[in-house]
């Protein structure tokens, strides 16, 4: 995938701390303590331009999807429906912590 012109590597090298992330936003119950600077770096990770808006909101295009997110305006940490919106939009854009799953196994096992 090409970015301004740079290329960006969407291998299958997930860091454990992008896992984390993704596996807390997909969580049952839903999860309430994720940051969101984590969340910011697992967006870039996967791909995904964001861009500030308007007040505390981000655009985000992902996988030719676009959507927008909230900054928690108090703390760090995002509230449990800005986390059920980013699953929903994450999803629709292709998302999901199963694909990064099939992704991350060797290519034997793919076979």
């Known amino acids: ?12 090298t997930m ?7 993704l596996q ?3 969580h049952d119950p839903i999860s ?5 600077r984590e ?4 967006l870039h990770h996967l791909g995904a331009v964001v861009e500030p808006g308007h007040g505390a909101r981000f655009r985000v295009i992902l996988n030719r999807h676009e959507f927008t997110v909230h ?3 108090h703390g760090n ?3 449990k429906t800005d986390i059920k919106h980013l699953r929903e939009c994450l999803a629709a854009a292709g998302v ?12 034997s096992e793919n076979a």
């Open 1 to 12: 995938m090409y970015r301004c012109g740079i290329a960006i590597d969407q291998g299958p």
């Open 15 to 21: 860091s454990s701390k992008h896992r984390n992330v």
């Open 24 to 26: 807390a936003i997909f």
């Open 32 to 36: 309430s303590n994720v940051q969101w």
């Open 39 to 42: 969340v910011e770096s697992l």
């Open 71 to 73: 900054h928690p305006h």
């Open 77 to 79: 940490e995002l509230g």
């Open 96 to 107: 999901s912590l199963s694909s990064y799953d099939e992704r991350s196994k060797p290519d």
